[in-house]
């Protein structure tokens, strides 16, 4: 790989707090409910964990997956369902958890996938929203922190999977590859 230099957007307090204070938020929304936790795999496992541990209402958890076709690490709309969740969600209040919406395709596909599936209600809550990066309008109901352009890793979300576990979040800088597998990105 070539040598990259990265700079730290996010620090594991500044996260941390953050969290806390997302799932107070959502807690109240949702008091006196059950709420069914759908993560987007890989990349939003780590914002999951510790979500979920903060909430102060009732949760289950389930896991969804999903793979876009695009050149490098741009979504091309082409996305599919690689794994799907494996509880029926008729009825339930269901809220997606996702590492980072970019050009809000990915999201928009599971969003639309899942509603067809008559939930009680859906929403989605973003660890990191590029919204300047938008190819069609989209807007998280519950957002971590916006962001600029820019690749992003630490905290669950990996380039070629390396620095997922990262407790802080870093931005990559350009002239390092990207896409050294070609060109499925994991969403
Ligand atoms: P979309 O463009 O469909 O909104 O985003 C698709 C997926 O690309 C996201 O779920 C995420 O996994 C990945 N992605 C987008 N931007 C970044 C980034 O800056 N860093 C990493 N590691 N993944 C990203």
């Not at 938020?25 to 990349?43: F, H, Q, T």
């Not at 996305?79 to 999201?107: H, N, S």
């Not at 928009?108 to 996938?113: I, K, R, V």
């Amino acid at each position: 790989m070539p040598t990259s230099s990265k700079e730290m957007l996010f620090s594991q307090a500044q996260i941390r707090a953050r969290v806390q204070q997302m799932a107070r938020e959502i807690s109240r929304d949702y008091a006196g409910r059950e709420l069914l936790v759908v993560g987007v795999l890989k990349g939003a496992f780590i914002f999951m964990s510790d979500l979920i541990r903060a909430l102060e209402v009732p949760c289950r958890a389930d896991f969804i997956r999903a793979a876009s076709y695009g050149a490098g690490d741009e979504s091309s709309g082409c996305v599919e369902i690689t794994k799907d969740i494996e509880t029926d969600i008729t009825g339930r209040d269901v809220l997606i958890v996702e590492d980072i919406v970019d050009t809000g395709l990915t999201v928009q596909y599971l969003t639309e996938t899942l509603r067809a599936r008559h939930p009680g209600s859906l929403k989605v809550c973003v660890f990191l929203d590029k919204k300047g990066r938008r190819k069609i309008p989209f807007e998280a109901d519950y957002v971590g922190f916006s962001i600029d352009d820019g690749f992003v890793v630490g905290y669950g979300l990996d380039f070629a999977e390396q620095y997922r576990a990262f407790p802080d979040v870093y931005v990559i800088h350009a002239g390092v590859e990207k896409d050294p597998d070609g060109g499925k990105v994991d969403a």
